[in-house]
């Protein structure tokens, strides 16, 4: 972790809630000069802190406003089904995170789907593509909280 002291701390919190915004507007807003915060800006991306731009789209606009987690467990813990699960999970672009966790789930996918039925599709997919021993899905009822927004301090 390199962060250089409050003023990068500063340029990456502004970033993170808005990365669209002018340099020159970024510099206003942390009190150094714009070829200053462009420095700055330069470096982090350099060094790999900083490591892309992205837009935010609204999932509910674009008819994906079903948030689902599926847990996944499995009897294979080998290197070659691991490896084709990985590949099977990022093939799937309705998959936005999957994880290999601790406890009684091997694996957790968070994925957006327009509803129910598109669940089932991916559920479909899937499993024709991985062997699985356990597959089952919660769907978010309410969103509480959802950032990209490190809390980086």
């Not at 150094?32 to 837009?55: C, F, H, K, P, Q």
């Not at 813990?77 to 966790?101: C, M, N, Q, S």
Request: proline residues 2%; without cysteine; glycine residues 6%.
């Amino acid at each position: 972790m390199v962060i250089y002291d409050d003023i990068d701390r500063r340029i990456l919190g502004q970033l993170q809630r808005d990365a669209g915004r002018s340099v020159e507007a970024l510099a206003e807003l942390v009190g150094l000069s714009r070829n200053a915060t462009w420095r700055r800006i330069r470096r982090m991306e350099e060094d790999g802190l900083i490591t892309g731009r992205v837009a935010l789209v609204d999932p509910d606009k674009v008819g994906l406003g079903l948030i689902v987690f599926i847990s996944v467990k499995t009897d294979r813990h080998d290197a070659a089904w691991a490896d084709a699960f990985i590949k099977a999970v990022r093939a799937l672009p309705e998959v936005l995170g999957a994880y290999r966790t601790s406890g009684e789930q091997d694996y957790l996918i968070r994925a957006r789907v327009a509803d129910v039925a598109a669940y089932d599709q991916l559920y479909k997919r899937l499993i024709k593509k991985i062997d699985l021993k356990d597959v089952s899905a919660s769907f978010v009822m309410e969103e509480i909280k959802e950032t990209t927004e490190l809390p980086i301090r």
